[in-house]
Antibody
Framework: EVQLVESGGGLVKPGGSLRLSCAASGFTFSSYSMNWVRQAPGKGLEWVSSISSSSSYIYYADSVKGRFTISRDNAKNSLYLQMNSLRAEDTAVYYCARPYDKGAFDIWGQGTMVTVSS | DIQMTQSPSTLSASVGDRVTITCRAS??????LAWYQQKPGKAPKLLIYKASSLESGVPSRFSGSGSGTEFTLTISSLQPDDFATYYC?????????FGGGTKVEIK
């Protein structure tokens, strides 16, 4: 079964750091670019970051540029998001997502909640 | 960044109704547009990709059309399972963007 499972979410104080992980299974992880998408409580979807299959190309939303770092380990079939200098507005469910057809996401994880609050 | 504007933001409809949701891009995105359905507490589900291609396993009552800057998602006959929030997403540029969402409610 094709599956993505996120972990690492939790409660963190403003200015703090958190590292999210996404474990992939059921498909050839190293052949796909991967993405993080987030959703603040009661709000819409926001793309956060993407990384190409070999990590050669990395992109970020302006809202997280300079604070978040995406990475992957193809040997471990895993995607990561290092989040530093967290702000209240980073509070959201974070999803990892696999793109199909260039950028339409056909596989999503269940999401992991990140809450930034003092 | 390319802005995606969805309308309406909320739609009240009855079972059996034909429903149309519109998505407009701030610049041409060719046909690089996807539609998703999301239910509360769940991850989004891909319905349509490349503007009009139906994702495998998605009922044929869902259809997409458009190109350039104007796109529509149509549900030909609304079913009880279709009450949800729908999002469009452009993937023409590396900076991906979503529409604000359309909540389809029971009338």
């Amino acid at each position: 079964e094709v599956q993505l499972v996120e972990s690492g979410g939790g409660l963190v104080k403003p200015g703090g750091s958190l590292r999210l992980s996404c474990a992939a299974s059921g498909f050839t992880f190293s052949s796909y670019s991967m993405n993080w998408v987030r959703q603040a409580p009661g709000k819409g979807l926001e793309w956060v970051s993407s990384i190409s299959s070999s990590s050669s190309y990395i992109y970020y939303a302006d809202s997280v540029k300079g604070r978040f770092t995406i990475s992957r380990d193809n040997a471990k079939n895993s995607l990561y998001l290092q989040m530093n200098s967290l702000r209240a507005e980073d509070t959201a469910v974070y999803y990892c997502a696999r793109p199909y057809d260039k950028g339409a996401f056909d596989i999503w994880g269940q999401g992991t909640m990140v809450t930034v609050s003092s | 960044d390319i802005q995606m504007t969805q309308s309406p933001s909320t739609l009240s409809a009855s079972v059996g109704d034909r429903v149309t949701i519109t998505c407009r891009a701030s610049q041409s995105i060719s046909s690089w547009l996807a539609w998703y359905q999301q239910k509360p507490g769940k991850a989004p589900k891909l319905l349509i990709y490349k503007a009009s291609s139906l994702e495998s396993g998605v009922p044929s009552r869902f259809s997409g059309s458009g190109s350039g800057t104007e796109f529509t998602l149509t549900i030909s006959s609304l079913q009880p399972d279709d009450f949800a929030t729908y999002y469009c997403q452009q993937y023409n540029s590396y900076s991906l963007t979503f529409g604000g969402g359309t909540k389809v409610e029971i009338k």
